[in-house]
Nanobody, 129 residues
Framework: QVQLVESGGGSVQAGGSLRLSCAAS???????????MGWFRQAPGKEREGVAT????????YYADSVKGRFTISRDNVQNTLYLQMNSLKPEDTAMYYC???????????????????WGQGTQVTVSS
């Protein structure tokens, strides 16, 4: 089992920046056997969508087209923490942001909701124009 806790959300004006964090905890083996971690977001009335994913082996990263060049996903393996640096924020980035993790080995890609077994409770990001 893996527990995920997000933090760092808030309200900013368009063009601003935020840094989200996701602390992972659980049995040592569970933490170190995580194969991929990702950030998803869900706006009111919309489906949850993938934002960015990072793979433990090789550190490859994938981004949704809507955030490429503005968001950066990273992971601190010592602190067991996942980050999402969000720059040049737009009102359309407003959503609840969720951290996710999974142990299953699969082809590297951004991934979908079904590809992740563990989820945090979410942190709200609001961008005003």
């Amino acid at each position: 089992q893996v527990q995920l806790v997000e933090s760092g959300g808030g309200s900013v004006q368009a063009g601003g920046s935020l840094r989200l964090s996701c602390a992972a905890s659980g049995y040592t083996y569970s933490i170190y056997s995580i194969y991929c971690m990702g950030w998803f977001r869900q706006a009111p009335g919309k489906e949850r969508e993938g934002v960015a994913t990072i793979y433990t082996v090789g550190g490859s990263t994938y981004y949704a087209d809507s955030v490429k060049g503005r968001f950066t996903i990273s992971r601190d393996n010592v602190q067991n923490t996942l980050y999402l640096q969000m720059n040049s924020l737009k009102p359309e980035d407003t959503a609840m942001y969720y951290c996710a993790a999974d142990h299953r080995v699969r082809p590297n890609a951004l991934g979908s909701v079904d590809d992740f077994a563990y989820w945090g409770q979410g942190t709200q990001v609001t961008v005003s124009s």
